[in-house]
């Protein structure tokens, strides 16, 4: 891991393609020609970064979209106040069953080409089939503050599963994914590549929906940071974002995927095959060994919004942790939601000369936000949407 003269920032990370702007910003230059010395921390679960950016062991994390929201509440553990100035990506999650799983659900009418609804409806009907006093479904997610929570208990929900009654949900690291499901431990996942991947190629898993089919467009990965540390270090800060905007420019060309894959595989970082890393960043998604669906828009770092967070998204992670009972509706709590996501502070840091579009206004108008079963987010109405939903805690 390179070291430089400068400002040094410790950032803590997980083992996924989506810390690719933090390893690119360390490992080709980037953080150093804005005068960083960005050391990264590999961590094996959600949990200890969320812990060690509290207690101060980093100044910034490869942080879970809904995870600063959750700690400015106050609803997960060793919670503190924290920010989320930039978007590491959109998209790069999918949901994995076993093998056993997916045939069930193939001879229930699933489609074979990752399509949600196709692959919930047969979810439901194998279910449904499965004898009465059969062990509910056990599927993984890697932390209860999510992206891949939410996702997860969104499609099974529009399927007319409860996530809750009819499915077994419990927390993994990511890494872990793959083995519980070769293992017998776990029937299916949501989790980052490269895990998802990794059980499609080893023939112990298929690939059965992404997060970009059901959510389109939306955020994975923030940079965390507690409030504390950014009002103390903001020109640090605003140079570190700088730094990622111009690995993000470098890791979206698909000039650099060979290297990228090649670093991103390595010890220090997923410690993986590279040949694990190369369908999610070449736009490819691999449902098995036989099959690779094209999907450009599966893991983005450069597309509209990729960067610079939205204070929409940060409401539907709200909205999210609402639907499911972790916490309870009131202004001051939506503000606070609101209010973690900061589009200004990246704004203010990355002139479009570095990211086309970066300059944009904080709090622009933003297309609507519609998911594969053709509902609308509406943020002005949160109560209103989330009570629209038959299928809530």
Not at 116 to 140: E, K, V
Not at 178 to 205: H, M, Q
């Amino acid at each position: 891991m390179n070291r430089s003269d400068g400002d040094t920032v410790t950032a803590g990370f997980i083992p996924l393609l989506d810390s690719a702007l933090l390893v690119a910003a360390a490992e080709r230059g980037f953080a150093a020609e804005e005068g960083v010395d960005l050391r990264l921390v590999r961590e094996t679960s959600w949990a200890n970064i969320r812990d060690r950016i509290a207690i101060g062991h980093f100044d910034v994390a490869h942080m879970l979209a809904p995870m600063p929201i959750a700690a400015s509440l106050n609803i997960t553990s060793l919670a503190v106040p924290m920010l989320a100035p930039m978007t590491l990506g959109l998209g790069g999650n999918a949901i994995t069953v076993s093998t056993g799983l997916w045939h069930a659900m193939e001879q229930a009418g699933a489609a074979a080409d990752g399509d949600p609804a196709s692959a919930g409806r047969a979810l439901a009907r194998a279910i449904t089939a499965r004898p009465a006093d059969a062990a509910r479904l056990r599927f993984g997610v890697v932390h209860p503050f999510s992206g891949h929570a939410y996702e997860l208990r969104y499609w099974l929900a529009a399927s007319g599963i409860h996530p809750d009654r009819d499915v077994e949900i419990t927390v993994l690291p990511p890494s872990l994914m793959a083995d519980a499901l070769k293992a017998d431990r776990l029937d299916g996942y949501c989790v980052g590549e490269p895990w998802n991947t990794a059980a499609a190629l080893a023939g112990t898993g298929r690939i059965v929906t992404t997060k970009a089919a059901i959510w389109p467009g939306s955020p994975e990965k923030v940079l965390g940071v507690t409030r504390k540390w950014a009002q103390a270090n903001g020109a640090t800060l605003a140079t570190l974002i700088r730094a990622l905007a111009k690995a993000a420019v470098w890791c979206g060309d698909a000039a650099n995927h060979a290297d990228l894959a090649a670093l991103l595989s390595g010890p220090d970082y997923l410690d993986c095959p590279a040949e694990w890393c190369r369908p999610a960043l070449g736009g490819r998604v691999a449902l098995s060994r036989d099959t690779v669906l094209s999907m450009p828009d599966f893991l983005s770092f450069t597309a509209p919004g990729a960067l610079q967070p939205s204070t929409d998204h940060a409401l539907w992670f709200y909205s999210q942790m609402l639907r499911w009972g972790q916490v309870e509706h009131d202004p001051r709590r939506e503000a606070i939601a609101r209010e973690t996501y900061r589009p200004d502070l990246f704004a203010a840091a990355v002139p479009k000369t570095v990211v086309p579009g970066a300059d944009a206004l904080p709090g622009q108008a933003e297309p609507p936000q519609r998911f594969y079963d053709g509902v609308e987010f509406t943020p002005q109405d949160i109560a209103g949407y989330v009570a629209s939903f038959p299928i809530r805690a």
